[in-house]
């Protein structure tokens, strides 16, 4: 006989608060990437106090949108609002994060990568039904873009300034002069700085998806490096070359159906003293120590994103965003590297060092 749990209304009230702030947050990523892609945060950037009017004049917008657009912009503490002059302004940390895309902390890509899978939902919907897999190409095309900036700014901050140093003498040899493979390369961000950074080695990124191959290739041109990188279209088991210093996966192990044998076909391409360095999405071995807000974005990312990337190859493992460094230790044994050590961190990224 079914019972009738009774409700607490105090945490009925906490809970309903937390789906109002979900709510708010859902329909202001809309308009955050509203703000970026008709430039309202940029025009804001120099930090002097603006009237809706002022803002639409300045982007060629209408004043109607603009005003409600920067009222709830102050609602969610992303711009500030003075009562007496009516006036709007960006304060400087926000603009780092909405307005320089150069910043180590720009974020607007992760609202590309949020609304992506909002315009996926019945793909995924219907994975979570027969259990198949919803392929990297099959999403919306802001994911591609989205996840090339978002991720861009994090490795900025930390690729050559803290993660290539911990890696046991493989900086020493980039300067000098080596050869790298970023394996799923996307749109070449993680490529491209190395080669900006360490112009007497070789590189060259491999990615399955055409498209992203092509804005790579773009890009390198863009940075003026294409004498030193290239970019093909080929799979984590099957791309060309051999003898690497160092073959790298950016964000990426995860989403691969078969990550064991990726890395076994590493170990027969990288050189007898290279090195693998794996990023990963920052994680707990255990489940409860992951129940916090990075946990919350990097799980449901693996939800919509992740797992049916995987799900979509042969094998797939899915091994999940939060696969945590024991499961990717297991795989990277499994894959022939009896080397494994976490060679550093950040509270998003695990930074690991596979040797064989």
């Given at each position: 006989?079914?019972?009738?749990?009774?409700?607490?209304?105090?945490?009925?009230?906490?809970?309903?608060?937390?789906?109002?702030?979900?709510?708010?947050?859902?329909?202001?990523?809309?308009?955050?990437?509203?703000?970026?892609?008709?430039?309202?945060?940029?025009?804001?950037?120099?930090?002097?106090?603006?009237?809706?009017?002022?803002?639409?004049?300045?982007?060629?917008?209408?004043?109607?949108?603009?005003?409600?657009?920067?009222?709830?912009?102050?609602?969610?503490?992303?711009?500030?609002?003075?009562?007496?002059?009516?006036?709007?302004?960006?304060?400087?940390?926000?603009?780092?994060?909405?307005?320089?895309?150069?910043?180590?902390?720009?974020?607007?890509?992760?609202?590309?990568?949020?609304?992506?899978?909002?315009?996926?939902?019945?793909?995924?919907?219907?994975?979570?039904?027969?259990?198949?897999?919803?392929?990297?190409?099959?999403?919306?095309?802001?994911?591609?873009?989205?996840?090339?900036?978002?991720?861009?700014?994090?490795?900025?901050?930390?690729?050559?300034?803290?993660?290539?140093?911990?890696?046991?003498?493989?900086?020493?040899?980039?300067?000098?002069?080596?050869?790298?493979?970023?394996?799923?390369?996307?749109?070449?961000?993680?490529?491209?700085?190395?080669?900006?950074?360490?112009?007497?080695?070789?590189?060259?990124?491999?990615?399955?998806?055409?498209?992203?191959?092509?804005?790579?290739?773009?890009?390198?041109?863009?940075?003026?490096?294409?004498?030193?990188?290239?970019?093909?279209?080929?799979?984590?088991?099957?791309?060309?070359?051999?003898?690497?210093?160092?073959?790298?996966?950016?964000?990426?192990?995860?989403?691969?159906?078969?990550?064991?044998?990726?890395?076994?076909?590493?170990?027969?391409?990288?050189?007898?003293?290279?090195?693998?360095?794996?990023?990963?999405?920052?994680?707990?071995?255990?489940?409860?120590?992951?129940?916090?807000?990075?946990?919350r974005l990097f799980y449901a990312a693996s939800a919509t994103i992740c797992v049916p990337a995987s799900r979509d190859q042969e094998v797939g493992l899915a091994l999940g965003g939060q696969a945590g460094e024991k499961r990717l230790r297991e795989v990277a044994e499994q894959g022939g590297f009896s080397g494994f050590r976490r060679a550093a961190e950040t509270?998003?990224?695990?930074?690991?060092?596979?040797?064989?």
């Amino acid at each position: 006989m079914a019972t009738t749990a009774t409700i607490d209304e105090s945490k009925l009230e906490r809970f309903l608060g937390q789906v109002v702030l979900d709510l708010g947050g859902s329909f202001n990523a809309v308009l955050v990437q509203i703000g970026d892609r008709l430039g309202l945060y940029r025009a804001m950037a120099d930090g002097s106090p603006v009237t809706s009017a002022e803002l639409a004049e300045r982007t060629g917008t209408t004043e109607r949108y603009v005003r409600e657009w920067l009222a709830a912009q102050a609602a969610g503490g992303y711009v500030s609002y003075d009562p007496d002059s009516g006036r709007y302004t960006l304060p400087p940390e926000q603009a780092a994060a909405l307005a320089d895309p150069d910043s180590t902390v720009f974020m607007p890509g992760g609202f590309d990568v949020a609304a992506s899978v909002i315009n996926d939902r019945d793909k995924i919907a219907r994975a979570f039904r027969t259990g198949d897999g919803v392929g990297w190409h099959e999403h919306h095309h802001d994911l591609f873009s989205g996840t090339e900036r978002f991720f861009r700014a994090s490795y900025r901050a930390n690729l050559v300034e803290s993660w290539i140093p911990a890696l046991s003498g493989v900086e020493e040899k980039l300067r000098a002069g080596a050869k790298v493979a970023d394996v799923g390369c996307g749109h070449g961000a993680s490529t491209i700085l190395m080669a900006e950074t360490y112009p007497r080695s070789e590189f060259v990124g491999f990615d399955l998806h055409g498209a992203s191959i092509e804005a790579a290739r773009a890009a390198a041109e863009q940075a003026a490096v294409s004498d030193r990188v290239s970019f093909e279209p080929a799979g984590a088991k099957d791309y060309p070359g051999s003898g690497y210093d160092l073959v790298a996966f950016f964000d990426c192990l995860h989403d691969m159906g078969d990550p064991v044998g990726a890395l076994r076909h590493v170990r027969e391409t990288i050189a007898d003293d290279g090195s693998v360095m794996v990023v990963e999405p920052f994680a707990d071995d255990r489940l409860e120590n992951n129940l916090n807000p990075v946990g919350r974005l990097f799980y449901a990312a693996s939800a919509t994103i992740c797992v049916p990337a995987s799900r979509d190859q042969e094998v797939g493992l899915a091994l999940g965003g939060q696969a945590g460094e024991k499961r990717l230790r297991e795989v990277a044994e499994q894959g022939g590297f009896s080397g494994f050590r976490r060679a550093a961190e950040t509270p998003f990224n695990l930074v690991l060092e596979l040797r064989p």
